[in-house]
């Protein structure tokens, strides 16, 4: 049962520099979503997918871009690192919309930009 | 516009302690979820409960219970002699029926003390 598998777990990125969150999950969801928690703070979402081929943004999208070609994967990708962007970031996914079968949560990358 | 109230930022106890956290929440939806997720040290964020605004029983689930009252706008969360593996942060969520985000509060930090 590995469920929503993200990596990698710690990364420190320059100003400017570009990387790739990788998050999959093996439960046939069809929804999925990347959210970020600062420090002392609650989560926000960044992105969401309700399926394969289909993304939209959440509260916070700036500086991000996803894809969702397979329905395992959706990979969040950081393209300008900025300071801003240092944050605990969270994928999860559900079986059908969030809100009526609740989330399922990757453990998590922490991202730090200096 | 939805929004999550968890007042109590941190809260300590001694082990064996009954401890209640404190939930309120916003919204103009008339169908609605709440949910409860735990973040121990390790960072991984783990689901506890949902609620859907037209069940309003109370829950019971081993020393966890939770009071849904939506004439005061609250979800408050109670931990029945705590444990020390108890410590960690509680998330209080809202999400609406066909919404795509969940809003979290803030958190509450538990520390239960031996």
């Known amino acids: 049962n590995a469920g929503v598998t993200q990596t990698p777990k710690f990364r420190i990125l320059k100003i400017g520099q570009s990387m790739t969150l990788q998050c999959t999950q093996d439960?046939?969801?069809?929804?999925m979503y990347w959210y970020r928690q600062d420090p002392g703070m609650g989560l926000k979402l960044i992105y969401y997918s309700v399926g394969a081929g289909i993304t939209d943004k959440g509260e916070v999208p700036n500086g991000y871009n996803v894809s969702r070609s397979t329905t395992e994967d959706f990979p969040l990708r950081l393209e300008l690192a900025a300071p801003s962007q240092t944050s605990v970031y969270f994928c999860?996914?559900?079986?059908?919309?969030?809100?009526?079968?609740?989330?399922?949560f990757g453990s998590g990358t922490r991202l730090t930009v200096v | 516009a939805q929004k999550v109230t968890q007042a109590q930022t941190e809260i300590s106890v001694v082990e064996k302690e009954d401890v209640t956290l404190d939930c309120v929440y916003e919204t103009r939806d008339t169908t609605y979820y709440l949910f409860w997720y735990k973040q121990p040290p390790s960072g991984e964020l783990v689901f506890l409960i949902r609620r859907n605004s037209f069940d309003e029983q109370n829950e019971i689930s081993g020393r966890y219970s939770w009071n849904f009252q939506k004439s005061t706008s609250s979800f408050n969360f109670t931990i029945t002699a705590s444990q020390v593996v108890d410590s960690a942060v509680y998330f209080c969520?809202?999400?609406?029926?066909?919404?795509?985000?969940?809003?979290f509060g803030p958190g509450t930090r538990l520390s239960v003390l031996p």
């Open positions: 999860a996914s559900s079986y059908g919309q969030g809100a009526t079968y609740g989330y399922t």
């Open positions: 439960m046939n969801h069809n929804y």
């Open positions: 969520a809202l999400s609406a029926d066909y919404g795509q985000n969940f809003v």
